[in-house]
């Protein structure tokens, strides 16, 4: 193992890379090289989470020589995870798989846990427990078919780690139990149980188990607070809980929650509720965007920063009395403009591993020294896709034809000669997702073929509070694409754009959309392409993965609406005979969250109204092209499709 790993970690840093300002459609198709990486609590090892023959593995360095100490890979259909330093020698780890129902490696509950050398590796949670670890020592440990969550680190003990244990259900209701989980034998230890179903339990920084959010019949939520000497729980009613409520930590004293709630309010804000008074006070409410994402120490006990992106991101550092504050507020003025995270740092404050992106970089991982005062580049996320070469998104907000603002990020090409044809790519969801001023291996891929590209977070997206989202509810085939309509015409308006030249595009929501947008005007878009999209709205009451979830009929009843004739107006497959432009349709057989039927009506639909489309189908594929040899092939076809129509 040790040997296999070792020339593999050779390979990564000493491969020699020809850059070349051309690149062709499967260079944006490669996978990424890392995903994570760590550093150990006394600065010894590093962790790497590299992706290799498309499989997650774990390498561990010495930090000092960068020489390869051990690492571990799992058997196929496991995969490595997120994986974190539960004391100085020894990591836990989230075991993930590939699923049906999306295109990426999903964890599904299981843990592992392997010294840094690769020696004593334990599956310690989950249906594989009982077999034992990766071969190298068998252990009879009792399977639970559940799903653990990270709890608490437990840092004043090198042997334990507090999680969370949720039985498997078909509803979702089964209550979840707090256990106290041994790292190298497995061994569970019960402290509480939960007060309502769907728990998220909150430890304070010692590890003590101190609150849990859950959910209510309806499906709203609910605050528990735990007394360990009664071992039971009392709702919390002192403040409004809104529709998006999420308890995040304690501060270090443990008399103060910092949560993210919109309770009465259009945004998700953050605050604190004092533990004793049952008073909250607001720390800091955005005007214009829901809070985008938390910045958590690496042990999980403390959150110190947020980020905003009402265009581009913002940072504001609150709990200033995490160890890494001072340390972020320092980086943010390096990385000015940049998205930063510090993934983990020593238990000392020395040291510390920074990822840095942007728009053009799809992230960096740094070496930070604290002592010495120096950042030391380390491991490019994409490293054959040099940050110089790609292209600048820059962030706007448009008028809608109803007045409403819609943002939108908008790419060019390097060096345009000209105007240059346009492609909008609209992104999934619709619900809870939005587009950011990120990297983007599909927009990029478009820019470098030539093409301006046109991302719009129309109603309905998530991150610009509730009142947006709800605006797009069983607005999906009206409402919603004129928003896309109105943004593609905005950006026709462009002079260094070829308003004759437009083409529309997405994935699962966005290729719904694609075809949905063309249906509904015919003198806007060129051609359409849908990637793994739902055509037939009336079916998904009926098929794919929604419908299984305890939630399911509800959700789509509140999105989508039942009445039936809207339904029908609202599905491309029932309305191919307004459609006049190219269309190509692809799709994966093994898709259950948008089934292959959706495309094969579709295709029927088409084909019975002698539409001019053409086909990808890839058998092996689930909800998107997971596969590096499958997504090179799709993007070349990209490619060709719009060199065919647009050029």
């Known amino acids: 193992m040790r040997s296999a790993l070792y020339f593999l970690i050779l390979f990564l840093f000493h491969s020699t890379n020809v850059w070349s300002t051309s690149y062709s459609p499967a260079h944006f198709a490669k996978g990424s090289e890392y995903f994570d990486v760590k550093i150990s609590p006394t600065g010894e090892y590093i962790a790497l989470g590299i992706i290799a023959e498309d499989r997650r593995q774990l390498v561990v360095l010495d930090t000092k020589t960068f020489q390869t100490l051990g690492g571990t890979r799992f058997v196929y259909p496991k995969q490595v995870g997120p994986f974190y330093w539960a004391n100085d020698e020894r990591l836990v780890i989230k075991s993930v798989e590939t699923r049906s129902w999306h295109s990426e490696p999903t964890y599904l509950g299981e843990l592992f846990a392997v010294n840094f050398d690769g020696s004593d590796g334990e599956s310690i949670y989950g249906y594989s427990a009982a077999g034992g670890g990766t071969g190298t020592r068998l252990k009879r440990k009792e399977s639970t078919i559940g799903f653990a969550d990270i709890v608490s680190f437990l840092p004043h003990d090198d042997k334990h780690i507090l999680i969370s244990s949720t039985p498997m259900s078909q509803d979702g209701k089964r209550l979840s139990t707090v256990e106290k989980l041994n790292i190298y034998s497995g061994k569970m230890t019960n402290i509480a149980k939960a007060p309502a179903p769907q728990a998220k339990f909150i430890a304070d920084s010692t590890g003590n188990l101190r609150f849990a959010r859950g959910l209510d019949d309806d499906g709203s939520f609910l605050f528990h607070k735990y007394d360990a000497e009664k071992n039971n729980w009392s709702l919390v009613t002192d403040f409004k809980i809104g529709t998006k409520f999420n308890p995040l930590t304690l501060d270090k004293e443990g008399k103060n929650v ?44 403390s959150v110190y920063g947020m980020r905003i992106d009402n265009g581009y991101p913002e940072y504001l550092i609150f709990n200033k009395q995490a160890k890494e504050a001072q340390v972020f507020k320092s980086l943010l003025a390096t990385f000015s403009g940049m998205k930063v995270t510090l993934t983990s740092g020593t238990e000392a404050g020395d040291k510390w591993i920074i990822l840095v992106s942007s728009d053009s970089d799809a992230g960096t991982f740094y070496l930070f020294d604290r002592e010495k005062m120096n950042i030391s580049m380390l491991f490019p996320i994409f490293s054959h896709l040099p940050e110089k070469d790609m292209a600048r998104t820059t962030a706007h907000t448009i008028k809608a034809s109803d007045d409403m603002d819609i943002p939108v990020y908008l790419t060019m ?16 969801g619709p619900h809870g997702v939005r587009d950011y001023w990120s990297f983007d ?71 719904y959309s694609a075809l949905q947008s063309s249906i509904m005007t015919d003198d806007v878009f060129d051609c359409a392409i849908g990637n793994a999209g739902v055509y037939d709205l009336q079916n998904l ?21 039942t009445e039936k004739e809207q339904l029908i107006a609202f599905s491309p497959t029932h309305n191919v005979h307004k459609l006049n432009i190219p269309v190509l349709i692809a799709h994966g057989k093994k898709d259950r969250r948008a089934p292959y039927s959706q495309a094969t009506d579709l295709r029927d639909a088409l084909d019975k109204a002698n539409k001019d489309y053409e086909w990808f189908v890839r058998s092996s594929e689930t909800h998107g092209f997971y596969d590096e040899e499958n997504r090179s092939e799709y993007f070349e076809k990209v490619a060709s499709f719009l060199e065919q129509h647009l050029n």
């Open 413 to 428: 090409p390097n060096s345009p000669k000209g105007p240059v044809p346009l492609v909008t790519l609209v992104h999934g």
């Open 258 to 301: 910092f949560i993210a709630n919109n309770g009465d309010a259009n945004f998700i804000g953050v605050h604190r509720y004092e533990v004793e008074t049952g008073k909250v006070h607001e720390v800091y409410t955005d005007e214009a965007v829901d809070i985008t994402d938390l910045e958590f120490s690496d042990n999980l006990s």
């Open 541 to 561: 009451f009926e098929e794919g993965d929604i419908p299984e979830f305890f939630w399911g009929d509800s959700f789509l009843e509140t999105v989508v609406g």
């Open 441 to 511: 291996n599909e927009v990029q891929m478009l820019a470098n073929e030539g093409y301006a590209v046109l991302r719009v977070n129309f109603r309905g997206s998530g991150g610009y509070g509730t009142a947006f989202e709800e605006a797009g509810h069983r607005k999906w085939g009206s409402r919603i694409q004129q928003d896309i309509i109105d943004a593609t015409n905005w950006a026709r308006e462009q002079t260094q754009i070829n308003a004759e030249k437009v083409c529309i595009m997405g994935a699962s929501f966005g290729a």
